[in-house]
């Protein structure tokens, strides 16, 4: 049976219901001097205005600025604000390795609504905390998304809640997609989009925009070596389940895609790569020194596959910079390697 996919009607929707709850982030440039072993320090902001002409740098798409610290407060406000009355006052609940939680969290706060978060008992303190700020309650079960779901599920048909999944549903797809509507507009001369890869939801959305409004550029999926469930399910061309994952980058381990995610990245993304663990702690590290940014090692997985892929002068790839929700014991770790 064929998915219905996301629509780019279905994103420009999104972005206005979402207008006022997420921001619109900014997208800077780090210019690439060929004169020196490494980058150079040239900044620039490419918010509000269009390039004069083909930028020679890497783009960054600073998810990291969001008011939670990440992109996933885009996909959770399009969700929340189409539920009906009913559902709303029942309650929202969902699972999350940290950041989705986080976005529900701070949406169900500023719509007065009462909200549970199912986590895993390795989420980082970090993440617990701004759950817990945001006025929600968190549960913690197992270290698995599959372990985290059946405890929602149980606990959303105990408490009569509704459930808010983490991305693999048209409304949190078309949310995610925003990013990518912002990203054309604030760096019309892109040649390739770097988007990392969880359950699918973020690079789904991105890849419906492209394809749809600039069709020549190409859109790279960026998975930690250690979660590549989406990589295991194109090659046998339907989503399979990972025995298990492990990666510094947290975000992204998830043991298989969702079937909706799937169904678009077959479709629209034109290939997924592979970074190890050493790669995204580089580029931590390479964000912050070279563009002052506060990244977390999932926030950093698409620039360290940018950095790894040695892009061709005259291009310019994007590198979307998914969230900055680390804590300082480990970003003085990844920064003083």
Known sequence: MTVPLVTLDDIRSAATRIRGVACRTPLIEISLDQRRVGPS??????????????????????????????????????????????????????????????????????????????????????????????????????TTLVDRRTRAEAEAAERALTMVPPFDHPWIIGGQGTVGLELLEQYPHVTSVYVPVGGGGLISGIATVVREMRGGVRVVGVEPAGAAKMTASLAAGRPVTLDETASIADGLIAVRPGDLTFAHVQRYVDEVVTVEDDAIARGVQWLFR????????????????????????????????????????????????
């Not at 559902?87 to 706060?109: E, K, L, P, W």
């Not at 950095?307 to 300082?328: D, F, M």
């Open 41 to 142: 320090l040239a900044r620039r902001s490419s918010e509000g205005a269009k390039a004069s002409g083909p930028p020679s740098g890497i783009g960054l798409k600073c998810e990291n600025l969001q008011p939670m610290g990440a992109f996933k407060v885009r996909g959770a406000c399009n969700m929340i604000a189409q539920l009906t009355p009913q559902a709303r006052a029942a309650g929202v609940i969902t699972y999350s390795s940290g950041n989705h939680g986080q976005a529900v969290a701070m949406v169900a706060q500023r719509f007065g609504l009462r909200a549970v978060i199912v986590m895993p008992t390795t989420a980082p303190r970090v993440k617990v905390d701004g759950v817990r700020r945001f006025g929600a309650e968190a549960i913690f079960a197992g």
């Open 290 to 337: 070279e563009a002052r940014i506060v990244a977390e090692p999932s926030g950093a997985a698409a620039l360290a596959a940018v950095l790894q892929a040695g892009e061709k002068a005259g291009t310019s790839p994007v590198a979307i910079v998914s969230g900055g929700n680390v804590g300082p014991e480990d970003f003085a770790k990844y920064i003083t390697m």
